[in-house]
Structure formats: C-alpha cells, structure tokens
C-alpha cells in the first residue's frame, strides 16, 4: 500500500486533529500527546468532517453532532459496533504520511 505525504508533523502539534485529502477521501490526522492517528473522515451519522472536528483526549469529535470516535481504534465512544475506519500512519524526514489500501 503507498504512503502519501499529508503534511509536514509542524503543522499538527499535539492535542490536535486536521483533515487530508488522501486519494481523494477526506482523512482525519490525531496528534495524541505526540503519537499520530488516522481515521476516515467521515462521520457515519450524518457525514460530518472529522478533520474539523474536536480532539479530546484520545476521542476526536464530529463537528455537526458530537459523535466521538477513538483515534485509535475508530471505535465508536458509546456503540463499538459502531466504526470509521483506521489507518497506518508514520512520519518520515519530518514528514506525516497516511497508508489507505487501494
């Protein structure tokens, strides 16, 4: 799977979420004290952007109607069953980069 190049880690310091645009799908970029998260961007509910969201903690928060989602896991803050998609994420040479599958 490639790896694209979303941003540069300056441009996302911790306690902070962002949203990329990889391969043409809205993506949201978690900086958790320091360790890096990504998820679809794309709230289940009601196709909120998470990118636009709020972080709180280890939850990023859809901006329309509060659903939150472990930056983690993708996993649903009160419904597990409930998901948006995680993925690989690593910074190299100072550069964030976001692994999608094709």
Known sequence: ???TRVARLSEL???TVFEAEVAGRPVAVCNVEGELFALDGICPHAGGRL???ALNGTRVACPWH???FDC???EHDYDPDVKVESYPVCVQDG???VELPE
Do not use: C, S
Request: net charge neutral; hydrophobic share 35%; aromatic share 6%.
């Open 51 to 53: 990118g636009h969201g």
């Open 1 to 3: 799977m490639p790896r």
């Open 72 to 74: 983690r896991t993708g």
């Open 95 to 97: 550069d964030i980069l």
């Open 13 to 15: 310091p911790a306690g």
């Open 66 to 68: 509060a659903w939150e």
